[in-house]
């Protein structure tokens, strides 16, 4: 089994500097290493060919330095590195970085192509379904677990909000992997010394076939406008040395002092109801792609449609939303429309009965060459990201992934903000190809209140001939009870690796009191006794509660950058030396979290708001 694995050489992203008066990002003396991700690939490939036999091969598009990310991979146990390296590259956007890519894996006949789910400097998601697209393979995205059933199919499980996925595709194929998929063990010393000196061959983009006018900025659809800087402000008031009882009365005097506990202020914000009136469907249309989930639209699409409202009225155009299903599928047309929608465009077709790559993409790409929409906006969910990546590159298209917020410019133009290096950096990003296309993040855009009964145009669209290459095996329900909560939950719990398996449960009187919703770090998401679906920061997900308040856990900046958004952020650790005590959170407090959460439970208990 030849086995090729896309490696991406990034700044270590805790480490990175900003330059207040100049805005920009100061790369000088901050190291680089291999994306996490991408490391896991390459884990899980040596591990495939330490069955089956063949080779593993890592690639890398990136500046000289990327050389030693190759080398790290090849002392890990990749057979042999490859280099893209050419100045023509600098500027590329993932249409461009995919176009080289692929290019480049079209050169050897690779049975497996393995990426990581994302890169943590941009966080897209994007490189793999493009490259798969251009390619004309069938893709797998966000795989937790990968294994081979023979030499020529693999068994993915893949994690959604509310299920586990079993899928299998025939080889060859592309993988992005994501947490869960094997370790990421560090090579020693002496391998380290012995890959270094290896050779590893250069590309340039010349020996690809491809000219200057296909990478770089001329060969990239979509543009950075500028950076806007966010820097976190927080620094934390330690409390220590004194008994859990009067830590906890601490904890809630700062708590009252912030207004966090006022009752009003927990309420469910009343929403804006939906325009009264329709738009007619004529004009350029902003379109929502709609996500179901078990009892219908998921709360992403509600939000989409808001905001879609706001792109649609500053162009003059009209909201229309997609949505595809089983036959019966028109009943969800009517709450759309009360959300928002002006028009639904409905697929009602059992191709379509259930997410594939294959059928949605076909359909979606269709659709939008006849009807040319100003915009379409997909949910940056599992389902979201995979079908953005391939529609994009089947038509050319500039792709910005993640977004968390929209602005229109007196010309017209759309802005698509962008986090990047763990939200860090905001980048307004702006598309030369029409229509612009965006996936964006959950609980970043207020959904309307309904209005039953309003009136929108409902019309059909076809679902094109198409193969679905990747086979359904198995759905497993999970628990979504936290799940779907978070992105509206007002008070949230970090559950640390300190506080174990068996320590869960003297948590529950304080999420109860609270009504909170359980997050995890990576570890105890590895750790297996909570779900990964839970998992918080840099390789999990966002979240923007009021009040956090994470337990025995040590407050890394890879778990704290998903609650950048957060309100008042509570930790509680015995170990002095933990991150917590340094910055990133507001209070950290220095005890042992077993006698402060029952203390800090009876103060809050105490409070009249409660």
């Known amino acids: 089994m030849n086995i090729a694995v896309c490696i991406k050489w990034v700044p270590v992203v805790s480490r990175m500097k900003f330059d207040r008066e100049t805005r920009r990002i100061l790369?000088?003396?901050?190291?680089?290493?291999?994306?996490?991700?991408?490391?896991?690939?390459?884990?899980?490939a040596t591990e495939l060919r330490a069955e089956y036999g063949g080779t593993v091969t890592a690639i890398s598009?990136?500046?000289?330095?990327?050389?030693?990310?190759?080398?790290?991979?090849i002392a890990q146990g990749a057979d042999q590195g490859l280099h893209i390296n050419d100045p023509a590259l600098a500027g590329s956007d993932t249409l461009a970085t995919s176009r080289v890519l692929a290019a480049a894996l079209r050169r050897e006949p690779y049975d497996l192509i393995l990426f990581g789910n994302f890169s943590v400097d941009a966080d897209t998601g994007q490189v793999g379904p493009e490259v798969a697209e251009m390619l004309g393979l069938a893709q797998i995205t966000g795989a937790s677990k990968l294994d081979a059933i023979d030499a020529k199919t693999v068994r993915v499980e893949r994690n959604l909000d509310d299920s586990v996925q079993v899928l299998e595709v025939s080889l060859p194929a592309i993988v992005t992997v994501a947490d869960g998929v094997a370790s990421d063990p560090f090579p020693g010393r002496e391998a380290l010394t012995a890959a270094k000196e290896?050779?590893?061959?250069v590309l340039t983009i010349a020996d690809l076939g491809l000219k200057p006018s296909d990478?770089?900025?001329?060969?990239?659809?979509?543009?950075?406008s500028e950076i806007r800087i966010q820097e976190s402000s927080r620094e934390p008031l330690i409390i220590e040395e004194v008994p859990a009882s009067e830590a906890a009365a601490q904890v809630v005097a700062i708590l009252k002092q912030r207004g966090v506990l006022n009752a009003a202020l927990r309420a469910p914000r009343d929403l804006t109801p939906a325009p009264a009136v329709a738009r007619p469907p004529t004009g350029q249309g902003v379109w929502v792609v709609a996500e179901l989930g078990r009892s219908g639209p998921r709360p992403i699409t509600y939000e989409l449609l808001a905001g879609a409202h706001f792109v649609a009225q500053a162009i003059d155009g009209h909201v229309a939303s997609l949505l595809l299903g089983p036959p019966g599928i028109t009943g969800v047309a009517a709450d759309l429309v009360a959300h928002g929608a002006d028009a639904v465009l409905i697929?009602?077709?059992?191709?379509?009965?259930?997410?594939?790559?294959?059928?949605?993409?076909a359909t979606l790409a269709s659709a939008i060459q006849r009807e040319n929409p100003y915009a379409v906006f997909l949910p940056s969910t599992p389902d979201g990201r995979d079908l953005a990546g391939r529609v994009a590159a089947r038509l050319g298209l500039g792709l910005t992934g993640d977004c968390i917020g929209l602005e229109v410019d007196s010309e017209g133009n759309l802005a698509q903000l962008k986090p990047a290096f763990g939200g860090s950096v905001i980048a307004p990003i702006y598309s030369k190809t029409l229509p612009n296309m965006a996936t964006i993040r959950p609980g970043v855009l207020q959904a309307f209140a309904p209005i039953n009964g309003r009136d929108g145009a409902i019309l059909e669209i076809d679902v094109p001939?198409?193969?679905?290459?990747?086979?359904?095996?198995?759905?497993?329900?999970?628990?979504?009870?936290?799940?779907a909560d978070l992105d509206t939950a007002w008070a949230i719990i970090g559950v640390g690796n300190g506080v174990g398996?068996?320590?869960?449960?003297?948590?529950?009187?304080?999420?109860?009191?609270l009504d909170a919703r359980y997050v995890v770090t990576r570890d105890v998401a590895d750790s297996g006794w909570m779900p990964r679906q839970l998992q918080v920061g840099l390789t999990g997900r966002s979240v923007a509660p009021s009040l956090y308040i994470g337990i025995a856990l040590r407050g890394d900046y890879n778990h704290l950058v998903g609650l950048q958004r957060a309100g008042t952020l509570v930790c509680v650790n015995n170990n002095r030396h933990a991150s917590i005590f340094r910055g990133g959170v507001d209070i950290a407090v220095l005890a042992d979290w077993h006698e402060f959460v029952p203390a800090l439970t009876s103060a809050l208990r105490a409070e009249m708001d409660f």
């Open 27 to 44: 790369r000088e003396g901050v190291p680089s290493e291999v994306n996490n991700w991408d490391i896991v690939a390459v884990q899980r």
């Open 61 to 73: 598009m990136g500046p000289p330095q990327a050389r030693d990310g190759l080398a790290r991979c």
């Open 198 to 201: 290896r050779d590893i061959p």
């Open 215 to 224: 990478v770089g900025a001329d060969g990239s659809p979509t543009w950075v």
């Open 347 to 361: 697929a009602e077709d059992e191709r379509v009965a259930e997410y594939s790559t294959d059928a949605y993409a």
């Open 465 to 483: 001939p198409v193969e679905n290459r990747v086979r359904r095996i198995d759905a497993r329900p999970v628990d979504v009870t936290d799940v």
């Open 501 to 513: 398996a068996n320590g869960v449960t003297e948590l529950t009187a304080l999420r109860e009191l």
